[in-house]
C-alpha cells in the first residue's frame, strides 16, 4: 500500500511537469483541483487549490483532503508541510520551470514546450482532424530516450505519449474540456495513465475556479521555503 501510494504521488508531480517558456503578459494564475487516481490495488482522491506566479516561481498546492498540507515546490526542492511543520523534503531535477503553469501562463500548452528542447521534430502527418507530431531526442541521447508523439486538435494539444529508446509505451496524456480564461487556454480535465513494472496507473485531473492576475493572496503566491 505504501509504495502504491508513493508512485501516486510522484505521478501527481508528474502531471505538472512540463516544460519552460519566456515570461509574456500573464504571470499569474491559481485555481481549484482534484486528482483521482487507482492502480490494481489502490483508489485515492486529493483536492485543493494551486498557486503560481511567474515572479516568485514556487507551486504552491494547499491541499484539504485527505490531509491539510501543503506542497511547496522551488527550484529542484519538494517540500511538505502540516500545519507549521516540515515533514518531508525531496530533492530532484528542477520541476517549477516544467510545470504545466508556467507553461499555460507562457502560451506554449500547444506544443508542450518540446519546439524549445532537445527534441527534434522529425515527422508532421494528419490523421482525420488530428495533426500528429514525432519528436526526437538527440543522437547521443538515443540510447536512453524515445520519441514523444504529440497530437492537436483544433490547433489546441489533445494527447501525448511517450516511448522508451525501445519504442515501449511509457505514458501517455489527454487534454480535456479547455477553457479560455481572459485569453488563457486552459485544460480542466487531464487523463494520464502511467506505466509502471506492468502497473498501470491511472490518473485524472480536474481544475475549476481558474483565475489569471489575480490580485491579492500574496502569502500564497509567495509562500515562505521551509527553513
Known amino acids: 500500500?505504501?509504495?502504491?501510494?508513493?508512485?501516486?504521488?510522484?505521478?501527481?508531480?508528474?502531471?505538472?511537469?512540463?516544460?519552460?517558456?519566456?515570461?509574456?503578459?500573464?504571470?499569474?494564475?491559481?485555481?481549484?483541483?482534484?486528482?483521482?487516481?487507482?492502480?490494481?490495488?489502490?483508489?485515492?482522491?486529493?483536492?485543493?487549490?494551486?498557486?503560481?506566479?511567474?515572479?516568485?516561481?514556487?507551486?504552491?498546492?494547499?491541499?484539504?483532503?485527505?490531509?491539510?498540507?501543503?506542497?511547496?515546490?522551488?527550484?529542484?526542492?519538494?517540500?511538505?508541510?502540516?500545519?507549521?511543520?516540515?515533514?518531508?523534503?525531496?530533492?530532484?531535477a528542477s520541476i517549477v520551470e516544467f510545470s504545466i503553469f508556467h507553461l499555460i501562463l507562457n502560451n506554449k500548452l500547444h506544443d508542450y514546450g518540446l519546439r524549445e528542447s532537445i527534441y527534434d521534430l522529425k515527422e508532421v502527418e494528419k490523421n482525420g482532424d488530428m495533426v500528429i507530431y514525432t519528436w526526437t531526442p538527440p543522437l547521443i541521447m538515443k540510447s536512453m530516450l524515445g520519441n514523444v508523439l504529440l497530437s492537436q486538435k483544433d490547433k489546441r494539444l489533445f494527447g501525448l505519449v511517450f516511448l522508451d529508446k525501445d519504442g515501449n509505451i511509457l505514458r501517455k496524456q489527454f487534454f480535456r474540456n479547455f477553457q479560455n480564461i481572459n485569453g488563457l487556454e486552459f485544460p480542466t480535465e487531464i487523463v494520464d495513465l502511467v506505466y509502471v513494472e506492468g502497473l498501470e496507473i491511472v490518473q485524472k485531473t480536474n481544475y475549476k475556479n481558474i483565475k489569471v492576475n489575480e490580485a491579492g493572496k500574496e502569502p500564497m503566491y509567495n509562500f515562505p521555503i521551509p527553513n
Open 1 to 92: 500500500m505504501a509504495i502504491a501510494l508513493k508512485k501516486i504521488f510522484w505521478l501527481f508531480l508528474c502531471t505538472i511537469i512540463l516544460s519552460s517558456a519566456e515570461a509574456q503578459d500573464f504571470y499569474r494564475i491559481s485555481g481549484d483541483f482534484s486528482i483521482k487516481s487507482k492502480d490494481d490495488s489502490t483508489l485515492s482522491l486529493t483536492r485543493g487549490s494551486f498557486y503560481y506566479d511567474l515572479n516568485h516561481r514556487k507551486v504552491v498546492y494547499d491541499l484539504n483532503f485527505p490531509h491539510e498540507e501543503k506542497w511547496i515546490l522551488s527550484d529542484s526542492l519538494i517540500f511538505r508541510m502540516r500545519g507549521d511543520t516540515l515533514y518531508e523534503k525531496t530533492e530532484g
